[in-house]
C-alpha cells in the first residue's frame, strides 16, 4: 500500500523542485526526504524524478501519481478539516502569506479582528510575491496566501482551491500640479508624451503596463527604474514622472495632497484571490480567517473611492476659487 506521507512528498517535491526545499518545507532532512522518496520509487517500481540542472523533475510517471494522488490527499485534508470542525474551537496555528499592497491593507485589520475575536489563535504572517506565495500554500508552507492573477497558477489548479476576494483597478499617478490631474479619468493614450516611473523588481505588472502603451501606440519613456513602491511614488512626487498602479496601493497616496490619483480608462484591473489546499477551507480557524477578510474587504473598497472622491472636488474647487 502506498504511504500518504511519501505521496506528500513527492507532491511536494513537484511544486518546490529540490529536495532540499522540500526538506525545508517539512522540517525534516535531505537524506531522510531523499531516502522516502526513494522508497515510494521502489514500491511503485518506476522512476519518479530525474535531476534536471540544479534541482529536479518529474517524469511522466512521477507527474500521473502526483495528479491521481492529489484527490487522495484532498480527501484526508477535509476528513482532519472534519475531525477540526468537530471540535469546534477556533484555535491553533493560522500561517498567513501575501504581497506588499495586501500585506499594508488587509492583512493588519485581519489580524486585528481576529485577535479581539479569538484570541487563541496563533496567527503567523509572510510577505511573499505572488509567485512564491502560491508555491508556499501548495507545498502546505502557509495555510492561506493571497495572491493576485499576474501569476499563473494552473499547474497547481489540482492541488489548490482559489476564492475570490477583491478586484482592484490601475489609477495613474502625477503631482497635483499636472496638467491631467483635474480629470475624472486619464486614458493610456493621453500620457504618451510623459516621462515614467515603473518598478522593475514586479515583470509581470511592467509588462501590463508596457502592453497597455503599446496598444495605445507608443513605448512609454521609462526614466525612473524603481525597485519599491516608494520609490517610484517619491519620483512622481517631484513632477518629473507620471506612473500607473493598482488602487490598493494608493490609499496613502490619494490622502496626500501633494499626488492626484486619477482612474485609468478603459479599465485596467487585477484580481485578487487566497489559495489554500483543497478541503481546508473547512478547517475552524481557516474560516473564521476568511470570514474576516470578507469583512475587512469592503471597507477599504469603500474608504479608497472615498478618498478618490474627495480630493478631486477639493482640487475642482480650488482651481475655480483661483
Not at 514500491?43 to 500521473?64: D, I, P
Not at 477583491?166 to 493621453?190: G, K, P, Q
Not at 513605448?219 to 490598493?248: D, I, K
Request: net charge neutral; proline share 4%.
Amino acid at each position: 500500500m502506498l504511504n500518504l506521507s511519501r505521496l506528500h512528498l513527492l507532491s511536494e517535491l513537484s511544486v518546490l523542485g529540490t529536495i532540499a526545499k522540500v526538506a525545508e518545507a517539512v522540517n525534516l532532512t535531505r537524506p531522510a526526504v531523499s531516502q522516502q522518496l526513494a522508497i515510494l520509487e521502489q514500491e511503485t517500481g518506476t522512476v519518479l524524478f530525474e535531476r534536471s540542472g540544479r534541482g529536479v523533475r518529474l517524469t511522466l510517471a512521477g507527474e500521473s501519481l502526483v495528479a491521481r494522488s492529489a484527490k487522495v490527499l484532498e480527501l484526508v485534508n477535509e476528513i482532519e478539516a472534519d475531525l477540526a470542525s468537530a471540535k469546534g474551537a477556533v484555535a491553533g496555528e493560522v500561517r498567513i502569506s501575501a504581497f506588499g499592497s495586501v500585506a499594508t491593507t488587509f492583512i493588519p485589520a485581519v489580524f486585528e479582528d481576529l485577535m479581539r475575536e479569538f484570541p487563541q489563535l496563533d496567527l503567523r504572517f509572510e510577505e511573499l510575491e505572488p509567485g512564491e506565495s502560491l508555491k508556499a500554500a501548495a507545498a502546505k508552507q502557509v495555510d492561506l496566501a493571497l495572491v493576485d492573477d499576474s501569476i499563473s497558477a494552473e499547474a497547481l489548479s489540482s492541488m489548490l482551491y482559489f476564492r475570490p476576494v477583491y478586484e482592484d483597478h490601475f489609477s495613474v499617478v502625477m503631482a497635483a500640479n499636472h496638467r491631467l490631474a483635474n480629470e475624472a479619468s486619464i486614458r493610456i493614450s493621453e500620457l504618451s508624451s510623459e516621462n515614467w516611473a515603473i518598478n522593475r523588481n514586479a515583470q509581470t505588472y511592467k509588462a501590463q503596463i508596457v502592453n497597455a502603451c503599446h496598444e495605445a501606440g507608443y513605448t512609454p519613456r521609462v526614466v525612473a527604474s524603481c525597485r519599491n513602491m516608494a520609490a517610484t511614488l517619491e519620483m512622481v512626487r517631484t513632477g518629473y514622472v507620471v506612473t500607473v498602479l493598482p488602487a490598493l496601493a494608493l490609499r496613502a497616496a490619494a490622502a496626500d495632497p501633494a499626488f492626484a490619483v486619477v482612474p485609468v480608462t478603459p479599465l485596467m484591473v487585477r484580481r485578487i484571490f487566497v489559495a489554500m489546499v483543497q478541503g481546508t477551507f473547512r478547517r475552524p480557524a481557516i474560516a473564521a480567517v476568511l470570514r474576516a477578510l470578507d469583512g475587512v474587504v469592503p471597507r477599504f473598497a469603500g474608504a479608497t473611492q472615498a478618498t478618490n472622491s474627495d480630493l478631486r472636488a477639493k482640487r475642482t474647487e480650488g482651481s475655480l476659487s483661483d
